[in-house]
Each structure stands twice: as structure tokens, then as C-alpha cells.
């Protein structure tokens, strides 16, 4: 499997649908793993937007029913495409049931003329002097067996930690690159409120919302990703993160509703 470009190429046309073959081992519960899901559907989104100046900004996703290996039948169209962005709706379906919608948004690179500079990298210690994360069939998900993990500082889940917050290091196994790669970054480590559970409880991604503000040419670097829930009330938490690269690029900022049961 390949979480790159080529994934627009894995969409096939047939008159108003495209379809796609989901892979096995890529499951995160009972769905096939959300940052796969997400490439998914950003490559779909790609293939309506030419201009090549229109890089995607913003990916918004609602995840309605659990992906499930085996063929997807995809929608996708151009809502509105205007001098400097163009937004897409994507919406992806199994059986009779749709099981994901997104609106991936595309712009082009505008004035610089007020640039803010972003909150600095987290200084951790480097993902080499760190141990790896094991991969534990059946209590681990089962897509972390293509991710090297390495947790840096803060509440792993189910440890009863007062705080809601830490800091990692990943980077993939398998061939990564491009928007995809990227995306699959974003939703690699689990909600941050589960470190404060005493025991393993269920949680699921309700809605996520994705900028991207840089692809990096090399995939094969540590990446450091900060996580922290900003609140969690009645079962359902607000977890917002940020991906660096190794020299410090701020190359993505997510947030998730997360479904908490327990």
C-alpha cells in the first residue's frame, strides 16, 4: 500500500461514480484507519481540481459509518471554483449506505504580507534516544504495524494521567509521500483524553478538520506531533494537534470531535 500521489491514479472512472479497492490491514477498530480514509478522498477531491497552482488547504471530513475493506464507491464534485480557490465535495459510499463526506478546499498562494509566524516545535527528546512504540496484535489498531511510534513526553492512553496532553514521534513503514502522506500523519496517534481512562475504553472520530501548510519532500524523517484535548464534556472531546518536521517546519495543524464512550 502507498499513501501518496498515486492514489488519484487507484480511483477508477465509471460514468458518474469512481470506485476504489480498500486494502486489508489498515483497521482502527471497526473501520478501515481515518488518515487512509482521508487520503482517500483527498486524491478523489484532486481529480476535479487541474489547476496545478491550487495546492489543498483545508480538508474537512465527517466519518459516517465504519470503512470497511473491499470496494468504495465515490462522488465527487466541484461546489464552487472561484480566481483563488476552488472547494469540492467528496462523498464516499459502501453498499446502500454513505459511509464519509469531506470538502477538501484547494487554494492558490496569495499575498505575504502579514505572514504570523507559528508556535514553535516542542523540545522533547529526538525520536532515536526513544524506544518504540510495540505493535500488540489485537490490543494495538491494527494500521500502527506500518507506523514506527516513539512517545516522547506526556499521558500514554489508559495510564489514569492527570493531564489530557503529549508529544510523539512517528514516521511509516510503508511508502508515504505528498498531500496523502501527509494527511495519514495527522490522524496517526490516538485522542489524547484517553490517557486520562484508568482502563481501555472505546473512542471513534466524529468530524475532522485538517490544515495543511507545507508537504515535506522527505517522508522518510522523524516527524513530532503535539496533542492535547482542549475539552471534553458529556462524551464528547475536542483534541487539537500540530505535526513538525525534524527542522522545525510547522507542516500541519488538525482538530477532531471525539466520541468518547465509557
Given amino acids: ?68 475493506p473491499g470496494q468504495l464507491r465515490g462522488e465527487v464534485s466541484v461546489l464552487r471554483s472561484g480566481r483563488n480557490i476552488t472547494f469540492t465535495d467528496v462523498r464516499l459510499a459502501q453498499g446502500d449506505a454513505v459511509v464519509a463526506r469531506a470538502t477538501p478546499v484547494f487554494a492558490k498562494a496569495l499575498s505575504d504580507a502579514l505572514d504570523i509566524p507559528p508556535p514553535p516545535k516542542p523540545e522533547v527528546t529526538p525520536a532515536e534516544s526513544l524506544q518504540p512504540i510495540p505493535y500488540i496484535p489485537g490490543f494495538m489498531p491494527e494500521f500502527t504495524q506500518h507506523v514506527d511510534m516513539r512517545w516522547a513526553e506526556g499521558a500514554t492512553p489508559y495510564s489514569g494521567s492527570e493531564t489530557a496532553a503529549f508529544v510523539g514521534h512517528c514516521r511509516y513503514r510503508v ?17 489524547p483524553s484517553l490517557g486520562k481512562a484508568s482502563k481501555p475504553i472505546p473512542a471513534s472520530t466524529v468530524s475532522w ?53 465509557g
Avoid at 491514479?9 to 465509471?14: K, R
Avoid at 481515518?34 to 491550487?54: F, K, Q, S, Y
Avoid at 511508502?175 to 485522542?191: E, F, M, R, S
Fill in 1 to 68: 500500500m502507498r499513501i501518496d500521489d498515486t492514489l488519484i491514479d487507484q480511483w477508477t472512472a465509471d460514468g458518474d461514480h469512481f470506485f476504489f479497492d480498500v486494502p486489508e490491514g489498515w483497521m482502527q477498530g471497526r473501520s478501515t484507519f481515518g488518515g487512509l480514509t482521508a487520503a482517500i478522498m483527498a486524491a478523489l477531491g484532486r481529480r476535479v481540481v487541474p489547476e496545478a497552482d491550487r495546492s489543498l488547504r483545508v480538508f474537512s471530513t465527517q466519518l459516517l459509518a465504519p470503512v470497511v
Fill in 175 to 191: 511508502p508515504l509521500g505528498g498531500v496523502a502522506g501527509l494527511l495519514a500523519l495527522l490522524d496517526t496517534w490516538p485522542a
Fill in 209 to 261: 478538520t485538517a490544515h495543511l501548510l507545507g508537504v515535506p519532500a522527505d517522508f522518510e524523517q522523524w516527524f513530532t506531533f503535539q496533542y492535547e484535548t482542549a475539552v471534553g464534556q458529556n462524551g464528547l472531546h475536542t483534541v487539537v494537534g500540530r505535526l513538525y518536521a525534524e527542522d522545525g517546519t510547522l507542516l500541519g495543524w488538525t482538530e477532531q470531535l471525539v466520541a468518547v464512550f
